[in-house]
């Protein structure tokens, strides 16, 4: 799986948008971006996940550059519960996963501040 | 509802004991994983299993072992020798999709 580069830590006003960044140089033609959070002492929870096209859930929106070489993770409109460490992953994806695993780096801690 | 549990929440042990850690889960996945965290780290895999009787290593397998008798079941046993055990340990499993679901975790601290 390829290797992921996030900063350490973000800080991000109430009810503005959060911008987290990741670098996944080299990431392979099968592997999707994924990401997930983790808030203090749970379990980490999924986000989203995207291949090649941006990808919007009910949660985030994921934008990936056309060389899919980074990413982006936008909260829109961030609260305070936002506050949690998030990881970006990078792995193969779909059907022919099951079992395989996720390969958490230390992730970025974002701050939400009110 | 459907999910994953994790028992107990907290533990303790004293040093030289095996302890086991229960994970189970209702959403008929195949696939289930054991991870540790320890303080401002990232998840580590220690065991993982595809399907029944079945188990791969992880990264930091030593000091730890596993059984896969039940699809729902997967319960992880640290052994006396696994040096340093005080950690928080995470359960997953996942389908064929793309989600992997994650336990509230059990936080293992030895005496």
């Known amino acids: 799986d390829a290797k992921t580069t996030q900063p350490t830590s973000m800080d991000c006003a109430e009810g503005r948008a959060a911008n987290l960044p990741c670098n996944h140089s080299t990431i392979s033609g099968n592997e999707y971006v994924y990401w997930y959070r983790q808030i203090h002492s749970q379990g980490p929870q999924y986000i989203i996940h995207?291949?090649?096209n941006n990808e919007t859930n009910e949660m985030a929106s994921l934008i990936i550059t056309e060389d899919r070489k980074s990413s982006t993770l936008i909260l829109p409109h961030a609260t305070l519960r936002d506050t949690a460490v998030y990881y970006c992953?990078?792995?193969?994806?779909?059907?022919?996963?099951?079992?395989?695993?996720?390969?958490f780096g230390e992730g970025t801690q974002l701050t939400v501040n009110p | 509802d459907g999910g994953i549990t994790q028992s107990p929440k907290y533990l303790f042990r004293k040093e030289g004991q095996n302890v086991t850690l229960s994970c189970e889960q209702n959403l008929n996945h195949d696939a289930m994983y054991w991870y540790r965290q320890d303080p401002g780290q990232g998840l580590r895999l220690i065991y993982y299993?595809?399907?029944?009787?079945?188990?791969q290593k992880g990264d930091i397998a030593e000091g730890y072992s596993v059984s896969r008798e039940k699809k729902e079941s997967f319960p992880l046993t640290v052994t006396s020798a696994q040096k340093n055990p005080t950690a928080f340990y995470l359960c997953?499993?996942?389908?064929?999709?793309?989600?992997?679901?994650f336990g509230p975790g059990t936080r293992l601290t030895v005496l």
């Open positions: 997953a499993s996942t389908s064929v999709a793309h989600e992997q679901f």
């Open positions: 992953i990078v792995r193969v994806g779909g059907a022919e996963t099951s079992g395989s695993r996720l390969t």
């Open positions: 299993s595809q399907i029944v009787n079945d188990f």
């Open positions: 995207g291949l090649k």
